[in-house]
C-alpha cells in the first residue's frame, strides 16, 4: 500500500503549518478583507475604488532570488518575509499605486510547520508596514525536486491609483530633483554575485570581520526596507509636485532610474552625496569586484528614488525625515538629446 506520506507529502503537516501562521495574517489585514484564511480565494471589497475617477489597478510579482540560501544556511526564517513583500509593493508604488492586497507562494522540499510560520511571519510582517493585506497563499510540498531543507518563495500585489494621479515618466521635466532614501542593505538583489564571493573567498557567515558591525551573515539577511507608505505620504502631501519613483533593484542605480527617464533627459546622480555602505565595500574589495559591475548588481546604498519638482526638494527631505527616514538630494534631471538614460558622476565619499 501505497499513501501520499509515502511518496514525501505530509498533509497533516501542511495542517499544522496552517494553525501556526494564522496569529501571524490576522495582523496583516485591511478593513476591505472579506471572509478569513482557507478559502479557494482571498476576497476583497472594491466598492471604494467608485470614489475614483478612473481608477486603475496595477499589479506586481517577483520572488527574493538566491537570498533565500543564505536563509537555509542561517536557519534563519523570519525575515525572508518581509523581504518578498517589499520586492512587490514598492514596485507597485513607482507610478502612485496603493498596495491593497498580496497572495504568496511557498516551495519547499519537505513542509516543517514551523519553518513555514516563520516565512509567513516575516510575509505578514511585511504587509503590516506596507498596510498591505495578505489574503491569501500557497504551500506546496516539492519532494524529489527540493532536498528537504531547501524553499523558495513568490508573491503578488494588486494596487489602485487613480488615472490622473498616476506617476511616471510622463512627469519628469529637467532641472528635477532626485531625492535618494537610503538602502538597508543589500535588499533582495545580487545575491549570486555575493554567494559567488561568499564561495570563492571562504568567509564564514557566522564571522563579524572587520569593519562590520554584525555577522556577514545576519548582515546579509537584513531585510529589504519597505518605502511604499513614505513615498505614499509623499504623494498625498504634494500630488503635482512628485514626479515619479524608482525602486532600486536588479541592475543597480543607474538602469532602474533610466527606466523612468523620458527621451530627451538624463539623470545625473553625483557619488559625492554619499557613501557605498561598508557591508558592500567589504565585499567588493575582497573579491576585487569592478565598481563598475558593483553599480550593476547591487544598489550601492539607494533603495528607493523620488523624482520632485525643485521647489520642493526640501520639504521632501524634512517630510521623509519626520517619518524617520533619512534622504538627501542625489543628483539633478538635465535636458540631453536621444534616449532617457541615467548616469553616475564624480567618486563616492570616503571616511
Known amino acids: 500500500m501505497s499513501t501520499y506520506k509515502d511518496a514525501g507529502v505530509d498533509i497533516d503537516a501542511g495542517d499544522r503549518a496552517v494553525e501556526l501562521m494564522k496569529a501571524s495574517i490576522a495582523k496583516a489585514t485591511r478593513p476591505e478583507v472579506m471572509g478569513g484564511i482557507g478559502g479557494f480565494a482571498g476576497l476583497f ?35 525572508i518575509g518581509e523581504d518578498l513583500v517589499a520586492m512587490v509593493v514598492d514596485d507597485l508604488v513607482v507610478c502612485g499605486a496603493e498596495p491593497l492586497f498580496m497572495t504568496d507562494y511557498i516551495a519547499v522540499g519537505k513542509v516543517i510547520p514551523e519553518r513555514i510560520a516563520d516565512i509567513v511571519k516575516g510575509i505578514a510582517k511585511g504587509c503590516e508596514k506596507a498596510n498591505t493585506a495578505l489574503i ?7 519532494p524529489g525536486l ?11 500585489a494588486t494596487g489602485v491609483v487613480d488615472a490622473e494621479k498616476q506617476l511616471g515618466s510622463h512627469r519628469v521635466k529637467a532641472g528635477d530633483v532626485i531625492i535618494a532614501m537610503p538602502a538597508s542593505g543589500f535588499h533582495a538583489n ?18 563579524k570581520y572587520e569593519g562590520l558591525t554584525k555577522t556577514l551573515g545576519e548582515i546579509l539577511l537584513t531585510p529589504t526596507e519597505i518605502y511604499t507608505l513614505d513615498c505614499l505620504a509623499l ?3 504634494q500630488p503635482e509636485m512628485i514626479r515619479t519613483f524608482s525602486h532600486i533593484t536588479g541592475g543597480g542605480l543607474a538602469d532602474n532610474t533610466a527606466r523612468v527617464i523620458p527621451d530627451g533627459l538624463i539623470a545625473k546622480y553625483d557619488r559625492t552625496t554619499w557613501e557605498i555602505p561598508a557591508e558592500m565595500k567589504f565585499m567588493a574589495d575582497v573579491a576585487k569586484v569592478p565598481q563598475a559591475d558593483m553599480e550593476r548588481t547591487w544598489n550601492c546604498g539607494i533603495g528607493m528614488v523620488a523624482i520632485v519638482d525643485p521647489a520642493i526638494a526640501d520639504l521632501t527631505i524634512r517630510s521623509l525625515a519626520a517619518r524617520g527616514m533619512k534622504a538627501w538630494s542625489a543628483g539633478l534631471i538635465h535636458a540631453q538629446s536621444g534616449p532617457g538614460a541615467a548616469a553616475l558622476e564624480g567618486n563616492y565619499l570616503t571616511r
Request: aromatic share 4%; hydrophobic share 35%.
Open 45 to 79: 471589497d472594491a466598492s471604494a475604488l467608485k470614489k475614483l475617477h478612473k481608477p486603475l489597478l496595477a499589479t506586481s510579482t517577483d520572488g527574493v532570488g538566491t537570498k533565500t540560501e543564505i536563509a537555509r544556511q542561517m536557519g534563519i526564517y523570519d525575515t
Open 136 to 142: 491569501g497563499g500557497e504551500t506546496a510540498e516539492h
Open 146 to 156: 527540493l532536498k528537504e531543507d531547501e524553499f523558495d518563495i513568490a508573491g503578488a
Open 190 to 207: 545580487g545575491y549570486s554575485l555575493v554567494r559567488h564571493i561568499l564561495a570563492t573567498q571562504k568567509l564564514d557567515l557566522q564571522k
Open 235 to 237: 504623494i498625498k502631501a
